[in-house]
C-alpha cells in the first residue's frame, strides 16, 4: 500500500545528502545540500567553473556540465555510465565531500538508469578552485560499489547506520499495527517519541581518520532517526484527532501506519 502521502513524501525525500569537511562530520540536506558555513566556502565570484579540474576514480559516473548557480553553488551534470542503476555516489568539492542516498525514496524511481543524467547542487567549498571536483564512489542496485576505498566505507557504514535504525523502529511500527485501531494514534506518538528522545552515543576519544568505520555508523543512526521523526510526524498532523468523526479517523491512523510500514520495507530492501 502507497498513499498520496508517501508519493509526496518520497518526491520530497528524493535523496538525502551529507556533508564531510574538516573531520568530515556531515550536515544532513534533503532535495538539496544545506550550508556548512561560510568559513568554508571561498570567496564569492572568484570561482571560475570552467577551469576547474575533474577528477574521477570511479570508472563511468562522469561529470558532463558544471554550471556556477549565483554566487554560493555549483550544478553538476553526471552520467551514470555503468549497466547498472546508481543507488548512491560521493563526489567531493574542494576540500568538502558530499554524499547522496537515493534510497530514501523507496522506489527505484529514484534511482539514476544507466545511460541517464542526474543534476545536483552543492554549495561552493573551501579550496574548490585548488582541488576542483573529484568524483569519490558509487554504489549499483546490487550493493557492488566502485571508486576510492575510503570513500565506499564512508558510504556503507553511513547505509548501516541507516538500514539499523530503520529496521528498530519497523519493529516498534509493526508491534503498533497489533492494536486496536482506537489506540494507533497514541502508539505513533509513542514511538516518536521514543526515535527522538533517545540520544545517540559517539565516540569522540579517537580522531575521524582512526575511526571511520563507528563515525559513519553515527552519521547514518542519526540522520536517518530525524527523517524518520518526520514521516511519522506527518502521518500524526494529518490525522489529527476529530472527537465527531472518531471511526474515521482511527481508521485513517491505521491506514497511514500499514502504509509506512511497507514503504520502511522497500527501503530496507534496497540499503
Known sequence: MRGTFFTAFAIALGFVTVTFSGLREPTSGHVSQQGIGRSLEEPEGNLKVERLKVTNETRALEVINIEKLGLRDIRLTLRNGYDKKITGFQVSVGAGRVQTDLTVGGDDAYFILPGSTYQGIYAIQHETDTRGITILAVILEDGTTDGDAEAIEEVECYRLGMKMERKRVLSLLQDALKLDDSEIASALSRVEYQVSSLPVTQDKTQPYEKNRRLYNIYFGTRDER??????????????????????????????GLLGLVEYYKRILAKL
Request: charged letters at 25%; zero cysteines.
Open 226 to 255: 530525524m527523517r524518520i521523526v518526520r514521516e511519522i510526524q506527518d502521518i500524526i498532523h494529518r490525522h489529527h484527532p476529530d472527537t465527531s468523526q472518531e471511526v474515521n479517523q482511527s481508521l485513517a491512523f491505521r491506514q
